[in-house]
């Protein structure tokens, strides 16, 4: 660890939720070196306090967030904490983070960690300052969406210390499979189902404030680096301009232009392109767009900051933020919607409630195939027409989900359960359980391999965030249907990722620049020596310990595969069919084992351990 | 020359037009100087000279601008044949070659001027680079002759010069290179003319020319990292992976770049990328796109017998994650790698940008000394992702791509023929480098 003060605060609170008590914790500085932070602190922190056999909705599950050495410095988007659980989803390794501003507030608040355990007799949420950790009744706030909660909760703030609230909503009181945490109300740690993990430990919500400092003990070397960081930002084309102007949905078009964009429930990848111009960013800022936003110390600036107009359905005038390329496409294309509006109050209702807009697009998609095929009728009176198209049920599915009434009930299972449910399990567009995003596998060997290797399921996040690289790498950019290429090029994605999380920032400074500036800045910061060859230990070891939490909760390489769709029913990409075939998921998957030097049932072995200095078992 | 005779080698045509056109790409000389040629079996088997015809214009020859000659005796194909064509085909004549090239080498034929009086017997152009001194033998003959085009003296003098030395200049006129191919031809007059090149932007930064060049000839081993592998004249147009369809495409448009962008000279240097237990390689590393060069398959496991080129790809990819590897010639780094800031002893052990993106995209480049060890090249090019080595050439790596590994080299000539102007113009440097890049 760099000297006591540097970086960090050398403070992990850990607070017993079933004994209502919280302590602070010296953060063991060895494994700030072997770990650094966000993801990978939390993931050792996690790995240490879980069992993995563990219900990941009883009380044994733990939660731990991290934040970084960066968070709370200037550098470039760095106000992330990751969160690390075990999904119930998934029943692996749960990982997600979110942009906004808590994570910088929760830093600021005078810790680098947050580790949650148990559960409490009844609903409450922290309060936590650098005065006092409280642990404090939720009752009045059980039942609100995360918006009225966190009003509730800001309100009488003391002027110039605003706190930030991180909570869930009905979704996850109702321990919805997929639902989400959220910051700053519309900001999400979306994927693998927090929501209901906090849900199951009757946590509402944490309060964060404070005024503490990250302190730097090498400015030059970090602002040499921040320097770089921030020429290049303002260089590359998607974070100089297209994110700002368009916001991610931006990339609804260019994706489209590669044959990336799935439509129906996966089926393929065809658009018409007076529809697809109907939900496109460049729609979105002329009709919705009010202003664009940012996260904290984000010059990138991609929030959409929305409103759509009354209309004739009789829905009123609302304001909210998004939707972002992900939910325009899982609730859009994949569900056959391309209208904007529909989208867009589906988004608002989903931060409202706390679902995550992927899972809860992939699993309405698949309800739909479903309900086509006959396998699903909508149960009692909720009278909702299912077919693909129908973008009037978004909203309601949305609150029927949250409250798991009536059909809604099936969908908060998620896609998986629900089509198992069906005896239709080939429907699921996912892998490990998680709903597959916005970007068809077929159109990219690298990213196939990702969502099949992803250590949290199909995330595009956690999986390597391939398409970076297939259409605006610039320089990186790497063939997308290479065998013998995609298994190293998305472990370096992964691991890019790995990094990214690690240091609290957003993944979309991976289009502007890798590992560099982040080298010179985090041992600016640290005073240690976090040269690129160390951090991709970091990365590697994370890596491992993460597959080794999976390998414990029951993991074998059959979790590392597509489903069925992806190898039998082709694409079309530039005149010819493209399909990810059983024989191409095996070869990489037994190449990207190899890759990550992981045996070939893709355990990591006791020399690769010792190599990374992995203690494998808690103490 | 007959059409009949091109009916029958759409080969040689393609590779005199190829050939011809990477001539001019590198500015070896002007539109219609120079000349080619090769033996060559007629359809009969009958052995033949084929060479450019005089006047020709070398970036689109035509198949009527070639020529087609018998070898022993004047027949109707010399009625449009080089002005040259006598001391090609004495050239020709010697014992195992079968191409020559001429060009006039502008940055060789200038490093070889002097003021002397004249009639005289100029020195030896002794190369600096580890390319030349190699591949040229130590030393390029000088010749002062009196009438330097198509003369007696040419005649007589450059054949003979030929038959000890892969190259030779007639001073004030041009260099002639011979080889088994034509392309080997090319590789030799290339790396000739940039050594020449060389040479001139050590004389513009300041150093001292003539002790380099004894200190070299004292202990070539100790100036140099290791030798190239023997140019290979067999194989440019194998490739072992037909299937990656997308990855030839990157090869060949990034050979194409290293020669087009003169990262190194024709067919030097290498590059490669990596799978899970093969490297993809072209040890030809500037490769002009229609003229190509080996693409092969190798297992990245070291094997005994590698040369030392090959050796380094697969050491990199054993100790590191790095997916792409590209090693250059790159002459303005291979230069500025023996600069001196006034007042030092010691060639500095870092090329600092001066310029803003340079600046911005790297804060140092490490020049390494010409025998770092494995370790110390390994940590370097990990932390800078491109180094250069003093009489080594510049290594670069890559996270995913070739486009992105052929970016570094790209940017270290920038950054170097920045830095060369400024000395050039009398700058001070040091005041114009960020004050954290000395730290560093
Ligand atoms: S780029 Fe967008 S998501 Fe990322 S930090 Fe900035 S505003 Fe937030």
Redesign the pocket.
């Known amino acids: 660890m760099g000297e006591r003060g540097y970086g960090f605060h050398g403070k992990v609170l850990e607070i017993d939720l079933t004994r209502g008590d919280a302590r602070a914790l010296p953060l063991d500085p060895g494994l700030v070196d072997l770990y650094l932070g966000g993801r990978g602190l939390a993931t050792r922190l996690f790995y240490d306090a879980v069992d993995p056999g563990c219900d990941p909705l009883g009380p044994d599950n733990v939660v731990v967030i991290a934040a970084s050495p960066l968070v709370g410095t200037s550098a470039p ?1 760095a ?1 992330r904490g990751h969160m690390v659980f075990k999904s119930p989803l998934t029943g692996f390794i749960g990982s997600a983070n979110s ?2 501003t808590w994570g910088a507030a929760f830093k600021a608040a005078g810790y680098d960690a947050l580790v949650l355990k148990g559960r409490a007799a009844a609903p409450v949420y922290l309060d936590i300052s650098p005065e006092a950790v409280r642990v404090e009744s939720a009752a009045s706030l059980w039942g609100l969406d995360v918006h009225a909660a966190t009003d509730r909760m800001t309100e009488g703030a003391e002027p110039g210390l605003r706190p930030k609230i991180l909570a869930i909503g009905p979704a996850g009181e109702n321990r919805v499979r997929f639902a989400a945490v959220v910051n700053d109300k519309n ?1 999400t740690y979306g994927r693998s189902g927090p929501g209901a993990v906090w849900g199951a430990k009757n946590l509402k919500a944490i309060r964060v404030r404070g005024r503490l400092k990250t302190a730097i003990k090498d400015k030059d070397r970090f602002q040499a680096g921040l320097d770089q960081a921030y020429h290049l930002i303002k260089q590359a084309p998607v ?1 100089k301009r297209l ?1 700002r102007e368009l916001g ?1 949905a931006g990339l609804v078009e260019l994706i489209d232009l590669i044959r990336m964009l799935p439509h129906r429930n996966f089926m393929d990848c065809s658009h018409r392109e007076e529809d697809l111009e109907r939900i496109s960013g460049e729609t979105l800022a002329k009709t919705l767009l009010v202003r664009p ?4 110390a ?1 010059p ?4 959409r900051h929305t409103r759509v107009p009354g209309g004739a359905s009789g829905a009123g005038d609302e304001k909210g933020e998004g939707p972002e390329y992900e939910t325009t496409v899982l609730m859009g294309p994949v569900c056959g919607v391309y209208d904007l509006s529909a989208i867009t109050r589906a988004n608002y209702r989903c931060n409202e409630l706390g679902l995550d807009t992927i899972s809860f697009g992939g699993t309405v998609a698949c309800a739909m195939e479903l309900f086509e095929a006959g396998a699903l009728t909508a149960d009692g009176d909720d009278g909702l027409d299912l077919r693909f198209g129908n973008g009037a049920a978004l909203e309601p599915l949305a609150r029927l989900t949250a409250r798991r009434e009536g059909i809604g009930n099936r969908l908060a299972e998620g896609s998986r359960r629900l089509a198992a449910f069906c005896g239709r399990p080939e429907l699921s567009m996912s892998v490990k359980g998680l709903e597959i995003p916005g970007y068809d596998p077929r159109a990219s060997l690298t990213q196939a391999l990702g969502y099949m290797t992803s250590p949290t399921g199909a995330c595009h996040l956690r999986g390597g965030y391939a398409v970076s690289l297939a259409f605006f790498g610039g320089a990186k950019e790497i063939p997308r249907f290479s065998l013998l290429q995609s298994p190293i090029a998305i472990r370096n994605m992964q691991n890019l990722g790995i990094l990214q999380d690690s240091l609290g920032v ?4 991976g289009y502007a620049f890798a590992a560099d500036p982040w080298s010179r800045m985090a041992s600016g910061v640290t005073g240690l020596d976090f040269s690129t060859a160390r951090l991709e230990e970091v990365e590697n070891r994370v890596a491992v310990l993460e597959r080794l939490f999976n390998i414990e909760a029951g993991l074998t390489p059959a979790d590392d595969w597509l489903p069925a769709r992806f190898a039998s029913t082709p694409i079309v990409i530039d005149g010819r069919e493209r399909v990810v075939s059983e024989a191409a998921m095996e070869g990489m998957r037994r190449d990207y084992y190899r890759v990550r030097e992981w045996d070939a049932a893709g355990r990591p072995g006791p020399a690769l351990l010792r190599a990374l200095s992995i203690k494998e078992r808690r103490p | 020359m007959t059409g009949k005779d091109w009916q029958a080698s759409e080969e040689l045509l393609g590779l005199f037009q190829s050939l011809g056109r990477a001539s001019l790409l590198v500015d070896l000389q002007d539109s219609h100087s120079g000349n080619m040629s090769v033996k060559w079996k007629d359809r009969s088997g009958r052995e033949k000279i084929v060479i450019t015809a005089t006047g020709s214009q070398k970036g689109d020859l035509e198949p009527s601008q070639i020529c087609f000659l018998s070898l022993d005796e004047t027949d109707y194909g010399h009625y449009k044949a080089s002005s040259e064509t006598d001391v090609h085909a004495r050239i020709l004549a010697l014992p195992g070659v079968r191409a020559s090239f001429h060009a006039h080498t502008k940055e060789l034929v200038t490093a070889t001027f002097d003021d002397a009086d004249k009639p005289g017997a100029p020195a030896a152009f002794v190369p600096i680079d580890p390319l030349g001194w190699h591949v040229l033998g130590g030393e390029v003959p000088v010749d002062w002759l009196a009438v330097p085009s198509g003369s007696f003296e040419v005649i007589e003098t450059v054949p003979r010069r030929l038959a000890s030395h892969p190259a030779t200049v007639v001073q004030t006129h041009g260099t002639f290179a011979r080889g088994r191919t034509l392309p080997e031809a090319f590789y030799v007059l290339n790396i000739a003319n940039t050594s020449g090149y060389i040479a001139r932007l050590l004389e513009t930064i300041g150093v001292d020319l003539g002790r380099l060049r004894t200190a070299i000839r004292a202990d070539p081993a100790a100036h140099f990292a290791y030798p190239p592998s023997p140019y290979e004249t067999e194989g440019d147009d194998v490739c072992d992976f037909p299937d990656e369809e997308e990855i030839l495409k990157e090869f060949r448009k990034t050979g194409n770049r290293v020669f087009e962008s003169r990262l190194s000279p024709f067919h030097a240097g290498s590059i490669s990328a990596r799978g899970v237990d093969d490297l993809l390689y072209a040890g030809k590393g500037a490769m002009p796109r229609d003229v190509g060069g080996p693409l092969r398959r190798l297992p990245i496991a070291a094997a005994a017998g590698d040369p030392e080129e090959l050796r380094r790809h697969k050491l990199i990819y054993a100790e590191t994650d790095f997916q792409t590897v590209m090693h250059c010639y790159q002459p303005e780094a291979e230069a500025l790698a023996h600069y001196r800031y006034p007042g030092e002893a010691e060639p500095a052990d870092r090329v600092v940008p001066i310029d803003a993106e340079g600046g911005f995209l790297y804060l140092v480049i490490p020049v390494l000394p010409p025998k770092v060890d494995d370790a110390e090249f390994l940590a370097k090019l990990h932390q800078y992702k491109v180094v250069i080595v003093r009489g080594g050439g510049v290594w670069a790596v890559g996270a995913q791509s070739l486009s992105e590994v052929l970016h570094h080299p790209s940017s270290v000539r920038e950054i170097c023929l920045y830095r060369i102007g400024a000395i050039q113009r009398g700058l001070d440097l040091r005041k114009m480098e960020p004050k954290k890049a000395q730290k560093w």
């Open positions: 988007t106000g942009g906004g900001r974070t994110m991610t936003g940012a996260c904290h984000c990138i600036g991609c929030q957003c993944r979309f400074t």
